[in-house]
């Protein structure tokens, strides 16, 4: 008969702890914590607007309702500092390693795809995200962008680019603008935008890139926030020194995925939302500008008249043909700055008859691509920079008013 084994156990004994999750993918992306550690953060920012309210107040709802960014508030709170760190040394990238959006957080693989953004802030529940005006944009070159269109949107008269004189040199184009310009709506986007979705510490002044994402939500054009913040995630990953973002978002994404003991330490706080009051602030602070402006006498706009007369059609013709002979042979021609009405009217023929111009961009016209002329049009190169206008007899009433 075989004895039984007895279970032996020493009085006292206790089982031992779990085991720690490994923090770290390797030594090489601890190191990296430990600088990511030094950097600062900028805190999160939403909205929180009741009904009602003044006109800005109103159009802001809609466009939220309309996009369905009315869950970031839900999401937005206040997280351990060292679980976002965590993420963002270990989505950092080895020479030769490919971008999938993947992190590691407590041992457990973290997705910022635009995809699992989407799910995390519920924007399309369908999953389909869409194009997205912004990042099409700026896929051109800044020379291309519309930057008089953007002065005009959403900025108060007279307002002009920061640190910006117009020449004649092509990739010479404006930067930034002052947040103190914008009118009230536009400084409400700018600072739920620099805050949630393209992180940038300096709130005092708004780039041409940003500028075009503001112009774009304000006009209700399409939008895939969602895309934007995960190429946001991933150029502060690649930073070795931008300040760190998307904290709140960053924990959600942690819970999409299942890691555990997200909370203690360091704690990254929330920016205080913009609300109805916040808003109400600046609309009053705009209109009391509004009346201390000096009254100006404007003229009205030169009249071309039929756009679509034979006349017309003809001047704009002899015009566009004169405007590329100046291109083409570099003479600083002023008549030819994007303001004027008649440089308008003949881009208008242009956009109308020619279909995209080859390459219009601010306060200039890049020339067609003409061949190499083999016989100089009038005048060696070297003088044309100093050629008369009047020598190429152009109308008086095409060269710009005094």
């Not at 760190?85 to 020479?95: G, I, M, S, V």
């Not at 041992?107 to 912004?134: F, M, R, W």
Request: charged share 25%; glycine share 4%.
């Amino acid at each position: 008969m075989s004895s039984k084994k007895r279970k032996i156990t020493r009085k006292g004994a206790s089982k031992s702890p779990p085991a720690a999750p490994v923090r770290f993918q390797s030594d090489f992306h601890k190191e990296r914590f430990e600088s990511v550690k030094k950097r600062n953060f900028v805190s999160e920012r939403v909205f929180n607007l009741t009904e009602g309210g003044c006109t800005e107040v109103q159009q802001i709802q809609r466009i939220l309702v309309s996009k369905n960014w009315i869950h970031f508030p839900s999401v937005m709170n206040r997280v351990n500092a060292d679980v976002v760190r965590e993420f963002y040394a270990n989505a950092y990238l080895k020479e030769g390693e490919v971008n999938e959006f993947t992190s590691w957080v407590r041992g457990k693989a973290v997705k910022y795809d635009s995809t699992t953004i989407n799910q995390v802030l519920d924007i399309n529940p369908h999953g389909h995200i869409g194009h997205c005006e912004v990042k099409a944009e700026r896929r051109f070159s800044a020379r291309f962008w519309h930057y008089d269109d953007m002065l005009s949107f959403f900025t108060r008269p007279g307002t002009s680019w920061m640190n910006f004189v117009p020449n004649d040199n092509p990739n010479h184009v404006p930067k930034k603008l002052l947040v103190t310009d914008l009118t009230p709506m536009a400084k409400a986007w700018n600072s739920f935008f620099h805050h949630t979705i393209e992180i940038c510490a300096n709130g005092s002044e708004l780039t041409t890139s940003r500028a075009i994402a503001i112009m774009a939500i304000m006009k209700g054009q399409p939008v895939n926030i969602c895309s934007l913040i995960a190429d946001d995630i991933f150029e502060i990953v690649k930073s070795g020194s931008r300040t760190l973002g998307h904290a709140s978002l960053i924990v959600e994404l942690c819970k999409h995925a299942e890691v555990e003991d997200l909370s203690g330490g360091e704690i990254v706080p929330l920016t205080k939302a913009i609300d109805n009051n916040w808003i109400q602030r600046y609309v009053n602070e705009w209109e009391k500008d509004q009346q201390q402006l000096p009254h100006v006498q404007v003229d009205p706009p030169h009249e071309f008249g039929d756009e679509t007369s034979r006349e017309h059609l003809l001047r704009m013709e002899d015009f566009c043909f004169k405007q590329d002979v100046c291109a083409r042979l570099g003479i600083p021609a002023n008549y030819l700055v994007h303001q004027t009405a008649t440089w308008a009217a003949a881009q208008r023929y242009r956009e109308r008859y020619s279909g995209p111009p080859p390459g219009p961009h601010f306060g200039w016209f890049q020339p067609y691509p003409l061949p190499q002329p083999r016989l100089q049009l009038g005048v060696p190169p070297t003088v044309s920079e100093n050629l008369n206008l009047d020598d190429l007899a152009i109308p008086n009433d095409f060269h710009q008013d005094e």
